[in-house]
């Protein structure tokens, strides 16, 4: 077979340039992506492994090996893993088959800081190789093809590579870097050993590295450390889940953190627990510090890895935790499933499904436990008694609003999908309010704040805080001192649907349905509003007219005191909001039309019995109540015609 000469496909030369350009300053995490590569590759032999013994040959045991040598300047990461066919060296390696890199290559910005935290979380692998290297040989053999059936692929790390087939007795992987002349500080033992047990500890294969000895010089030349020839293992070489707790450190966790989920920042906590019982599994769950770029990319998988008996058996295993907590990483290593489980499979198990809640539960709780710790998120403590506050607590101060800027919006969403939860959810949610700006207040502190005679919890949703905060339908409340909820989250009122109540208190929107203060609202304020009411009735049908194409129902209202009108839904109606985005996203949204409200007290409301220009006041009071709520009139023109006529 003669040698061929491909081009990169776009993207990988686009992330080749950057990853040699932005990544200068940790170059040594090329070690720990060519590590975890050489892992994988062995994980994956013992996988297929489980069908097919004789992809075992002759080496049943895995291991990685780095070698160096100081005369070729190279540097070799071998594993006698899976190893890869030549198509596979060419697809694998010039082409990126991940899902989002192409969202991932809109993101950059050209800023080379920010994109190298970017590329951080994205998981360069293989291609990090040339942050140290100005050229690098792979030499692969596919586990059970012949020692002909060899590849050889060879790459300057742009434009293109060279690939061709090559005799390779060994199965497994040979990665070659042939070092930058700055980066000559890896071909010693010492760096070398001190860089693997920092970010490879855990890896559950041995690392290998050949032993060297001090050897005297001869002749008057200097003595040098010499190999001899014999290899030993450099890492701990155990799983780190499968260690007990008190034998890992706290930076261990964050190392093995950021080695799963490629994040260059620790994380937030974790939750490291053996669980026995029915299903016996460990578990080693993180909340990380920031929210990934794809968080939202509709197939987005979850971040959980799966082991079963320390065999690695699948990433993003996306029944392991629901997809509200998508965010999460971690691993979890069952002691009961079959090893051979597939995806479908791992649907339908009664142990998987003992693992989901059980998992569920431990991240709750870790949440819980940041919330509880977070001065600025919860009112817990406001009895006058101040908290003990530990080492360990303070650790966690600040932590929930930290998580909650990031992830607060997927959570959410475990309203709908997580009803056995519903409640610990609704505890964990926090939004702004008029006595607020800040996202901080919990149901639990609104409660505790509420007026007496109150009794909704009173919300209002719109799409941004200031909307909310000058939206009309608050004018009541402020004029009361109510605290209302801002809720300005796409998914809020989606959620709201599925949570009724909050511990006994209904949740009320502002924008729906009629004004009932209740208690709030006392005898002669009641009865000013039915008089109201009766004394428009006449001027109610003639607008009700007027506006009939726009308005479901026009009536009095005592919740604006500065505004003349409001536009407000059906009690079971959906938010004007909630139709227009639907709508902006090509959606169906059901054509309800809302109920218009109007100020008996307002000047412009009195004005309009009896005005000539009675029409064109009616159809401009409906268009800017919807103006003032974010909406738009349905004709703009149409209504600065009108304006500009009443203004002329
Ligand atoms: P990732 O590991 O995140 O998929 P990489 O760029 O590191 O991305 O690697 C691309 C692919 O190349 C891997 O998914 C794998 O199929 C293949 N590969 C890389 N290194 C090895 C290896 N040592 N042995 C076998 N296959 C490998």
Redesign the pocket.
């Known amino acids: 077979m003669s040698k061929q000469t491909l081009s990169f496909q776009a993207e990988v030369a686009q992330l080749l340039h950057l990853v040699t350009h932005s990544l200068y300053s940790n170059p040594e995490i090329f070690l720990r ?1 060519l590590v975890s ?2 892992s ?2 062995c994980d994956k032999l013992r996988f297929e492994a489980l069908n097919n013994a004789a992809l075992f040959e002759d080496t049943p045991n895995l291991e990685v090996r780095v070698s160096f040598d100081k005369d070729a300047k190279t540097l070799t990461i071998t ?1 006698n ?4 066919s030549e198509q ?1 060296a060419i697809d ?2 010039g082409t990126i088959a ?1 899902s989002g890199t192409k969202d991932f290559m809109g993101k950059l910005s050209g800023d080379q800081k920010q994109d190298a935290q970017l590329i951080g979380q994205f ?1 360069v ?3 990090s190789g040339f942050i140290v290297a100005d050229k690098i040989t792979v030499e ?1 053999r596919r586990a059970g093809a012949q020692a002909n059936q060899g590849v050889r692929w060879v790459s300057g790390g742009s434009g293109d590579f060279e690939v061709e087939t090559i005799e390779r007795p060994a199965r ?2 040979s ?1 070659i870097l042939h070092l930058r002349a700055d980066a000559e500080e890896y071909l010693n033992a010492w760096k070398l050993k001190s860089v693997i047990g920092k970010y490879s500890d855990h890896i559950s294969l041995p690392i290998m590295m050949e032993k060297e000895e001090w050897k005297e010089g001869e002749n008057d030349q200097p003595g040098a450390m010499a190999k001899t020839g014999e290899w030993e293992s450099v890492n701990k070489a155990s799983a780190l889940w499968t260690r007990p707790k008190k034998d890992v450190t706290d930076e261990q966790y964050a190392e093995f953190y950021k080695a799963i989920s490629h994040d260059h920042e620790a994380p937030l906590t974790w939750a490291h627990n053996r669980v026995e019982g029915n299903t016996e599994y460990t578990q080693l769950l993180y909340i990380p510090a920031k929210a990934p770029f794809d968080l939202w990319n509709r197939d987005k998988k979850a971040g959980v890895k799966l082991y079963v008996k320390r065999v690695f058996i699948m990433d993003d295993a996306e029944a392991l935790l629901p997809s509200y907590l998508r965010f999460v990483k971690g691993v979890i290593d069952s002691a009961d499933l079959p090893l051979n489980v597939s995806r479908e499979l791992l649907q339908e198990s009664r142990d998987v499904r003992a693992i989901r809640e059980g998992s569920t539960k431990r991240v709750l709780s870790m949440l819980e436990d940041l919330a509880k710790h977070d001065k600025h998120t919860t009112s817990e403590g406001a009895d006058g008694v101040t908290d003990v506050v530990d080492a360990d607590d303070q650790a966690k101060e600040g932590k929930y609003s930290k998580f909650y800027a990031e992830f607060g919006a997927v959570l959410k969403e475990g309203l709908g999908e997580d009803f056995g939860n519903r409640e610990r959810l609704a505890k964990l949610l926090r939004f702004a309010s008029t006595s607020s700006d800040t996202v901080s207040v919990g149901f639990a502190d609104y409660k505790a704040r509420m007026k007496e005679g109150q009794d909704a919890i009173y919300y209002i949703t719109a799409d941004n805080l200031a909307a909310a905060k000058n939206s009309p339908q608050l004018e009541v409340f402020k004029k009361k001192g109510i605290e209302v909820l801002l809720m300005t989250d796409r998914v809020d009122e989606w959620a709201l649907n599925y949570l009724q109540d909050f511990d006994g208190t209904p949740l009320q929107s502002v924008a729906k349905g009629a004004v009932d203060l209740g208690k709030l609202q006392d005898e002669t304020e009641k009865k000013a509003a039915e008089e109201a009411a009766e004394a428009f009735k006449p001027l109610l049908a003639k607008l009700k007219e007027a506006l009939k194409d726009k308005a479901d129902d026009v009536r009095v209202t005592s919740r604006l005191v500065d505004s003349p009108a409001c536009l407000v839904v059906q009690d079971d109606g959906m938010s004007t909001q909630l139709a227009r985005m639907l709508k902006q996203a090509g959606q169906q949204a059901p054509e309800a039309k809302p109920v218009l409200e109007v100020n008996p007290e307002h000047a412009l409301v009195k004005k309009l019995d009896g005005s000539v220009h009675f029409h064109d006041l009616a159809h401009i009071l409906f268009d800017q109540a919807l103006l003032a709520e974010g909406g738009l009139p349905e004709d703009p023109s149409a209504y600065v015609k009108r304006v500009n006529a009443l203004l002329v």
């Open positions: 992506e590569n050489a994988d590759a594993d893993g899976i190893g890869m596979e694998h390696l991940k998981g692998g293989f291609y692969s497994g992987t990665v």
